[in-house]
């Protein structure tokens, strides 16, 4: 179906704009442009609506292959793993999976609440905000198990989804099966685990 000539009008009128190296450097210029312009501000994960959005992916998961054992989901800010955690309520365990190199979660789990982590790391561009997200936190606490996986154990995750099903992921996105490839997750026999895979910013030319 061709675009109406509004949705023309309105892809015209779109201002795609590039601000920082990092996601916190992203989200300060969002929130500037926000209040000069009386934009929306849409957060990418400590927002309410955006937990219920990811949570729709547990859902989906649920109904399409009954409760799995455990869920396997890369976290940043959370809110992916935030809306998974919350949708399951503790009936099958979430691991959240993150970088060696920016462990927001972890250090939250350990400090009792929302600290400053590193952002560091070949998945920084997509899983090292500064902080877990305050909404996030107290479902992480209650739900969310931390796993820290290396940045080479990442980058073989990487190529291990290319090179077996033609999948190309980020590296953050590729964090999740790092935990089970390097052993840092390791299931029960006999159990059924889910990966969560996501994001597609890379081309398998650019892969470490």
Do not use: C
């Not at 980020?170 to 390791?186: M, T």
């Amino acid at each position: 179906m061709k675009p109406s000539t509004v949705d023309r009008d309105q892809i015209a009128a779109t201002e795609l704009v590039f601000a920082g190296e990092r996601y916190d450097d992203a989200l300060v210029a969002s929130q500037a442009y926000a209040a000069t312009t009386g934009a929306l501000e849409v957060h990418a994960f400590d927002q309410d609506e955006t937990l219920m959005g990811t949570g729709t992916l547990a859902l989906e998961l649920e109904d399409q292959i009954g409760l799995p054992d455990a869920v396997l989901v890369a976290v940043g800010g959370g809110g992916l793993a935030g809306g998974i955690a919350a949708w399951f309520s503790g009936r099958t365990r979430i691991i959240g999976v993150e970088p060696e190199l920016a462990p927001t979660l972890a250090l939250a789990l350990a400090a009792g609440e929302p600290v400053d982590a590193p952002a560091g790391g070949i998945a920084a561009d997509s899983l090292a905000p500064r902080q877990i997200g305050q909404r996030v936190f107290p479902i992480a606490q209650r739900y969310i198990e931390a796993v820290l996986v290396t940045d080479e154990a990442i980058a073989r995750a990487q190529r291990a989804l290319w090179s077996m099903l033609r999948v190309v992921v980020e590296p953050g996105g590729a964090a999740s099966l790092a935990a089970v490839l390097s052993g840092r997750f390791q299931a029960a026999p006999g159990s059924r685990i889910a990966i969560v895979v996501s994001g597609g910013n890379t081309s398998a030319v650019s892969f470490p």
